[in-house]
């Protein structure tokens, strides 16, 4: 037997082509699920639908704005038509620097519309259709959710919400044999930590790589493999009996530091 196979299985992963959630696309796409990548992002949608094509996987790109509750109730309903929908990641996830006064009513708007109303709106589309046959839900949060960062006020509520909301559907859904999880990563070495650095520290991105990645225990930041492989175990049948958990993968940030 395979372990951890996703044949014949329909999944969506949102902001799938970068980072993070381009490796879970790519994973998912390799263990035989047929992968619906909702993404903002044309370029990076189209180049990695290709690449998983070359690879001998099944993938496409609906172009999608996850704020936006019509669109993407429509690219669901779309999908569904022709598949049963058994895989949820909500992956994207935009960032904000700034603690309580550095943060304006616009940038609280703009973190919530993505990085809540956004996983609000993917798993409000699906969640009628899921409940037919059973489903798993994933939710990115961030370590952020449970220890907080500093300077990211809006980013961290955002997060926290990210893990409330992901109890409440594993509680409410549980006879229908929906599972939702959260995955918490730390600092995972993605096109997301190389902008931050490169806006926030210019001409020192080295120096500031560096001292990220000492930020964690284990000495170097997360690969977007490692946390795919999560979210790969997650969404398989052998977790089976996981839900309703949130899941650090940390490099040791949580419980080791100090
Ligand atoms: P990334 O910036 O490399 O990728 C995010 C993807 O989401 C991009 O392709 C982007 O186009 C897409 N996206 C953004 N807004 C969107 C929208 N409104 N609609 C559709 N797609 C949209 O980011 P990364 O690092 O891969 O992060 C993925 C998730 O993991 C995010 O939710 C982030 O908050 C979370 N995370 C990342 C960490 C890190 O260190 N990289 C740490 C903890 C959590």
Redesign the pocket.
């Known amino acids: 037997m395979t372990l951890f196979s996703l044949k014949n299985k329909t999944a969506i992963v949102?902001?799938?082509?970068?980072?993070?959630?381009?490796?879970i696309s790519k994973k998912f796409a390799a263990q035989g699920a047929q992968v619906h990548i909702?993404?903002?992002?044309a370029e990076?949608?189209d180049r990695t639908v290709a690449e998983i094509s070359a690879a001998g996987g099944k993938a496409t790109f609906h172009s999608?704005?996850?704020?936006?509750t019509e669109q993407v109730a429509q690219i669901v309903a779309t999908i569904a038509e022709k598949q049963y929908i058994d895989i949820l990641v909500?992956?994207?996830?935009?960032?904000h620097v700034g603690n309580l006064e550095g943060t304006a009513v616009a940038d609280m708007d703009r973190i919530y519309?993505?990085?809540i109303k956004?996983v609000y709106n993917c798993m409000h589309a699906v969640i009628g259709k899921m409940k037919e046959k059973g489903g798993v839900i994933v939710n990115?949060?961030?370590?952020?959710s449970s220890v907080g960062i500093s300077d990211r006020f809006a980013?961290s509520m955002?997060?926290g919400a990210?893990m409330t909301m992901t109890l409440s559907v594993a509680k409410d859904y549980l006879d229908q044999g929906i599972r939702c999880n959260s995955?918490?990563?730390?600092?995972?070495?993605?096109?997301?930590?190389d902008?931050f650095i490169g806006k926030n520290y210019p001409g020192k991105e080295a120096e500031m790589f560096e001292k990220l990645s000492k930020t964690q225990p284990i000495g170097r930041?997360?690969k977007?493999e490692e946390?795919a492989n999560l979210a790969l175990y997650l969404c398989s049948d052998e977790a089976s009996f996981i839900t309703g958990t949130d899941f650090p993968i940390d490099g040791g940030y949580i419980k080791l530091n100090g």
């Not at 949102?14 to 490796?23: L, N």
């Not at 990115?140 to 952020?144: E, F, H, T, Y």
């Open positions: 949102t902001g799938g082509a970068s980072g993070i959630g381009e490796a909702l993404e903002f992002n990076n949608g999608c704005d996850v704020s936006n909500n992956n994207a996830g935009i960032a519309n993505v990085n956004g990115m949060a961030s370590i952020a980013y955002s997060k990210v995955i918490s990563p730390a600092r995972i070495h993605t096109p997301f930590v902008g930041m997360g977007p946390v």
